[in-house]
């Protein structure tokens, strides 16, 4: 059974950093994609970022983008999120989700973790 864990979420201020964690098990994980979504109160669920399996090749969301890193650690079975200048609008759950690369962008993805509260304040 596939099991994702995220971690790292609490409250900070504006302009400030953080790194969310992604704990994955019950399956390969180096041969799957992982993904990063997040969603407002709200809002409908949005993409994030994507790393592909062995982390060679990572695309981001246009509102992220130069100021989030996705990265990953094969060995330890685990994505990362780091999160630099951070914005209010940044607050959200966030999610993270496994599947083969093209189901992960479309957030079709069969495998999601439970989420992190990230919550940035002005």
């Known amino acids: 059974q596939v099991q994702l864990v995220e971690s790292g979420g609490e409250l900070v201020q504006a302009g400030g950093s953080l790194r969310l964690s992604c704990a994955a098990s019950?399956?390969?994980?180096?041969?799957?994609?992982m993904g990063w979504f997040r969603q407002a109160p709200g809002k409908e669920r949005e993409f994030v970022a994507i790393?592909?399996?062995?982390?060679?090749?990572?695309y981001y969301a246009d509102s992220v983008k130069g100021r989030f890193t996705i990265s990953r650690d094969n060995a330890k079975n685990t994505v990362y999120l780091q999160m630099n200048s951070l914005k209010p609008e940044d607050t959200a759950v966030y999610y993270c989700?496994?599947?083969?690369?093209?189901?992960?962008?479309?957030?079709?993805?069969?495998?999601w973790g439970q989420g992190t509260q990230v919550t940035v304040s002005s």
């Open positions: 790393t592909s399996s062995n982390g060679g090749r990572k």
């Open positions: 989700t496994t599947d083969s690369y093209p189901t992960v962008v479309a957030g079709k993805a069969a495998y």
């Open positions: 019950g399956r390969t994980f180096s041969n799957y994609a």
